[in-house]
């Protein structure tokens, strides 16, 4: 299909319009990261133009729930929508999203639709900005959240819009996860990505490599003249990457770098530091960089609480305290998580296998595929958990380098789900599923099928 941004937007402007235009519509959205923060952008635009609306955020938009939406006058799908046909069953229905889509009659802000792709250069909240022109920098964290880092395409004018209304900075900065609310110690032993030899998942390493550079984990100790601080230092002095100086800064990733050119993944310190995007006029917490406060949304969603994320995208302080209470059980979960995964990961031929069921959460069963998901992998990696009502969670997450070459993980999940009576689909790098407990054989092989069918080297 042929590229047609200026198309979408007006488009987007069409939807606005149709939006600002029901009485009192039920906002529906997805509970991970990009749901929440495009549901918000939607919450917050009617909030500003003094419209009413009611909300409601979902895990999936499974048969049940569209008969209980068919009960509403007017609806508006968020991150949702695209890829049910059975929304055309819906009264007055409107959506907003960038899922693969096809036979959807009713109207719909979708970048697919325009040959623009949603899995890498515009998120629902990406969309959803672009229908409203509000919240830009809820826009960025939605893209973050979804894997659409760095940004391009789409997304790259969004940045530029969030640049130019003062609500979104970029940085060039080391590139793990944290910076501005991780402890040092955690800082570097929970990075994955770049995995870093002989640190990754190992407290007492980083500890170590922290103690060999004399870089202080205690704001008290961070004084000229000072010792390194004490194993275990815990607290509101704890320091973060952000806190340290340029030195500190420089010999840390010059360290890093040694090690990193040491080991098969080498990788020059140019290549360690990556763009990152900040909100200036928000507090320099867990809010304050894409890749945290995404993280934050995505512990409220994962564990039943998206409506605190929601409040904390829109401002409300009174939220942050409780957000940070789940991100901090969504950390201890994800840790164990990754502990499981390391040795629990089996080879399938065609993909590598978790099977979490009754370990792992089916709220971060994807978080922890794609924390375990090695780009230098040649096939991806499908995990599974216990599911509501009976069912099996599916999450699966490809490396980049297959998407490049064509497979597509959201056409594998709904394919396979054809063989085993559940519902699937997603983008081509990252996808999930749901499928009745009893079928996952079925499902397995359907998958490791469609899988020689996308990838022609794997055949026979």
């Not at 229908?131 to 973050?144: I, M, P």
Request: hydrophobic share 35%.
């Amino acid at each position: 299909m042929e590229r047609d941004e200026s198309g979408f937007l007006e488009r987007c402007g069409e939807i606005r319009k149709l939006a600002f235009s029901m009485g009192d519509p039920l906002v529906v959205h997805h509970y991970d990261a990009d749901g929440i923060s495009s549901g918000a952008i939607v919450a917050g635009a009617f909030g500003d133009e003094g419209k009413k609306f009611r909300r409601e955020c979902i895990k999936k938009l499974d048969d049940a729930a569209i008969e209980r939406y068919a009960r509403e006058p007017e609806t508006i799908f968020v991150d949702l929508g695209g890829g049910n046909k059975r929304v055309n069953e819906l009264k007055d229905a409107l959506i907003i999203d960038h899922h693969q889509t096809e036979g959807i009659g009713k109207p719909q802000a979708n970048p697919i639709l325009h040959g623009i792709d949603g899995g890498t250069e515009l998120s629902a909240a990406g969309a959803a900005y672009c229908v409203f022109r509000k919240r830009a920098d809820l826009a960025v964290v939605g893209a973050v959240g979804d894997m659409q880092h760095p940004l391009v395409g789409m997304n790259r004018w969004v940045l530029a819009e969030g640049k130019m209304g003062g609500v979104v900075e970029v940085e060039d900065d080391l590139s793990f996860y944290g910076r501005y609310c991780r402890p040092l110690v955690q800082f570097l032993a929970y990075c994955d990505d770049p995995y870093i030899p002989g640190i990754s998942y190992r407290e007492d390493r980083a500890q170590d490599l922290l103690a060999e550079l004399r870089i202080p984990l205690d704001a008290r100790n961070a004084e000229p003249g000072n010792p390194p601080a004490a194993d275990g230092v815990k607290g509101k002095n704890q320091r973060v990457y952000a806190d340290l100086s340029d030195d500190e800064k420089k010999g840390l990733v010059s360290a890093l770098a040694k090690i990193m050119a040491g080991s098969e993944r080498a990788r020059s310190a140019e290549e360690l530091i990556g763009e990152s995007y900040v909100f200036p006029k928000r507090p320099r917490d867990e809010t304050y960089e894409a890749n945290e406060f995404s993280t934050l949304l995505n512990a409220c969603g994962r564990h039943s609480q998206p409506d605190i994320g929601v409040r904390v995208c829109l401002g409300d302080e009174t939220a942050r305290d409780e957000a940070r209470k789940l991100l901090a059980l969504h950390r201890r979960m994800l840790r164990e998580g990754i502990a499981y995964t390391s040795k629990n990961t089996q080879d399938f031929g065609t993909f590598y296998f978790l099977d979490g069921r009754g370990v792992i959460d089916e709220g971060i069963v994807g978080v922890v595929c794609g924390m375990n998901l090695q780009q230098s992998w040649k096939k991806p990696i499908i995990g599974i958990a216990l599911g509501d009502g009976g069912t099996i969670k599916v999450s699966g997450r490809a490396p980049k380098s297959l998407v490049a070459q064509g497979l597509n993980l959201g056409d594998l999940m709904k394919g396979a789900c054809l063989d085993a009576g559940g519902v699937g689909g997603g983008h081509r790098m990252a996808a999930g599923a749901s499928i009745p407990k009893d079928r996952l054989n079925e499902f397995l092989l359907s998958a490791g099928k469609h899988m020689r069918m996308d990838r022609p080297e794997e055949k026979g």
